[in-house]
């Protein structure tokens, strides 16, 4: 996103004719800004055009709709039109499509989609927000009938008629990021026996390949069959209206139905005709107010590129949040405010057969991928609230922050509870330039019930805090087949018996005080045991006797994924 100069006023207060500000698309970005904008100046013509035959939709619903979890279609309806224009005197035109902008006439076409008929409509303003559309990669079979998008309510209409039609019992996922594993959760929730292909060696891309392990393993666990690090290659059709989905490995996957959920792309048709800069990630360029190249024209949500605040790339991220906000931003500065959208740091949770996945700024491998390379990392396996308190729930938690200031860029973290609550306070800290140390300062809820005096967000940040002030020394797994260092395991002998790092020795950390002697002084010494917490104290026993020793941060829980990951020996 280009920072541009603020915008000049555009208030229509004391003019005679009306501004008039024409929205296309009316679900996120487009109705927050149209109702946004009415409860900022009365004196604006607003309307807004949508080729489907909803606005306002809960398009994040729409998995749970498949599911038959949200029963009620109408549900789904956050707003309807005639609420637009008795509530906002916004004028709302569903069932049709813009199809061409005329900058220097300010002037948009559209298509009445119910007569086929085209007109024009003149605009002082206008928003583009026609969100972004699923990926249908040019591949065999992908328009067969019975392979589906996840989009608009219509399409998920159809799949639960089809479903119903053909009493559906096999589904094949292909993509396995957000809305893909939404589908198969409500998949499954209808019984069906679901199959998932991810072209990717993991699934959830936002994650950094050791965290989408415990994933994996769930999903697997929960009879998922798991095609991970295998494409699409097409869709074949058998008699009787069945597919078979055939993988890049030849891998013949039978389905009564296919959803593909491999990524959405902006849609940038209309802005590109119109001449509007589109940037390198392929969505419009637009300031730090919403406004594109053309000083009459703003736009939001997911069609835009957005500024990464942690990263410092521009990107897309097409999620809800972002895109409501930027309508809202969008709809201040058409009012003449001064407001600017903050940027992204990607914050994203999801919900998938009872395990929940979230993460908020940079993983490591973005970091890398911009080169960014002063930061750390420490891994932590806490209890979702205290342990003496039945049903506690481990967390698997990395926490990634620079050196050596230690502001955090990032945070991922998977588990059966309390996941999205340590993220959604380790993103506000981002939001607002946070460091470890205000993480491991962070005075959070505490009863036994909901979490610790010590609460997982907290102990991220002291083992953070240990790292950056030299307490603790943490070595980094994946130097695991590079290092000469010798690997001590201080767990109990019937533990480290269990499994542990190859070319570990065993001293646990009850022994360690008599017999530290028996360790050389002369070379590095890494520490594991089951998640960290033995290894930091034994670290700092022998830092404190002159030895080079360093914890293998998050223990031979963490060498578990990393090596399941295919990242370790
Ligand atoms: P959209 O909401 O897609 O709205 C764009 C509208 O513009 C559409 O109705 C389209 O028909 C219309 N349009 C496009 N072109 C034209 C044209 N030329 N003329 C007229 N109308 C046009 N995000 C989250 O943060 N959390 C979630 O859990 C989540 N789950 C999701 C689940 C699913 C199945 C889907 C599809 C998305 C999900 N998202 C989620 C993403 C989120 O819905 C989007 O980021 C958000 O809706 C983007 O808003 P938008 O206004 O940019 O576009």
Not at 252 to 281: F, N, Q, S, Y
Not at 419 to 438: L, N, P, S
Not at 455 to 460: G, K, Q
Not at 520 to 547: E, S
Request: with cysteine.
């Amino acid at each position: 996103m280009s920072h541009q100069a603020n915008p000049q006023p555009t208030s229509s207060q004391n003019r005679s004719i009306p501004r008039r500000v024409l929205i296309v698309g009316g679900v996120a970005g487009g109705a927050s800004c149209a109702a946004r904008l009415r409860r900022l100046d009365e004196s604006v013509e607003i309307a807004v055009f949508d080729r489907g035959p909803y606005v306002s939709f809960a398009n994040c619903g729409l998995p749970y709709y498949v599911g038959n979890v949200i029963v009620d279609e109408r549900a789904l309806l956050v707003a309807s039109p005639e609420l637009f224009r008795a509530r906002f005197n916004v004028e709302v035109q569903t069932e049709t499509e813009v199809t061409g902008i005329d900058r220097r006439a300010r002037t948009i076409t559209v298509r009445d989609g119910r007569t086929g008929t085209s007109r024009t409509e003149r605009y002082d303003v206008l928003v583009l927000a026609p969100g972004a559309a699923p990926i249908r990669p040019p591949l065999p079979g992908v328009d067969l009938p019975g392979v589906f998008a996840v989009r608009t309510i219509p399409d998920s209409r159809r799949i639960r008629t089809w479903m119903a039609e053909r009493r559906a019992t096999t589904a094949v996922v292909v993509g396995g990021g957000f809305i893909g594993l939404e589908m198969l959760e409500n998949l499954i929730h209808r019984e069906l026996s679901v199959a998932l292909l991810e072209k990717l060696p993991q699934l959830m891309p936002p994650l950094d390949p050791e965290m989408a392990v415990p994933l994996m393993e769930h999903l697997a666990a929960k009879g998922v069959r798991l095609h991970v690090g295998d494409g699409l290659a097409r869709i074949e059709a058998r008699e009787g209206g069945s597919l078979v989905v055939v993988a890049e490995s030849g891998a013949r996957l039978p389905a009564d139905l296919v959803i593909l959920a491999i990524g959405v792309r902006p849609e940038t048709t209309l802005a590109k005709d119109a001449g509007l800069h589109i940037g390198p990630r392929g969505g419009i360029v637009v300031d730090a107010q919403m406004r594109t190249s053309d000083p009459h024209v703003w736009a939001v949500g997911d069609v835009v590129e957005v500024h990464d605040v942690v990263t410092g790339q521009d990107t897309v991220l097409p999620l809800a949040g972002p895109a409501n906000r930027q309508g809202r931003v969008a709809a201040e500065s058409i009012a003449g405010r001064a407001t600017h959208f903050r940027g992204v740091q990607a914050t994203a949770v999801v919900g998938v057969l009872g395990l929940t996945v979230a993460s908020t700024g940079a993983s490591e491998k973005g970091l890398r991928r911009v080169g960014v390379t002063n930061f750390q990392k420490v891994y932590l396996h806490p209890g979702h609230h205290a342990g003496y308190y039945p049903g506690a729930r481990r967390i698997h938690l990395k926490l990634l922050f620079s050196v050596p200031d230690g502001r955090i860029l990032g945070a991922q973290a998977v588990g059966l509870e309390g996941v999205e609550k340590r993220i959604d306070v380790i993103a506000t800290a981002i939001q607002f330039h946070g460091t470890v140390h205000d993480l491991a300062e962070a005075e959070l809820c505490y009863a036994p019930q909901f979490g610790a005096a010590k609460d997982p967000v907290n102990l991220a940040g002291m083992l953070a805090a240990n790292v950056l002030n030299g307490d603790m020394p943490v070595a980094d797994w994946l130097e695991l087949a590079r290092t000469d260092a010798l690997l001590v395991d201080v767990r109990e002998p019937e533990e480290f018996a269990g499994g542990h790092v190859p070319h570990a020795i065993n001293l646990p950390l009850s022994q360690l005080r008599r017999r530290y002697g028996e360790l050389p002084k002369d070379r590095d010494l890494w520490i594991c045991c089951r998640v960290g917490q033995r290894a930091y104290y034994a670290t700092r026993f022998l830092a404190q006797h002159g030895y080079r020793a360093r914890n293998l941060s998050g223990g031979y829980t963490t060498y578990e994924a990393f090596r399941a990951a295919g990242l370790v020996p």
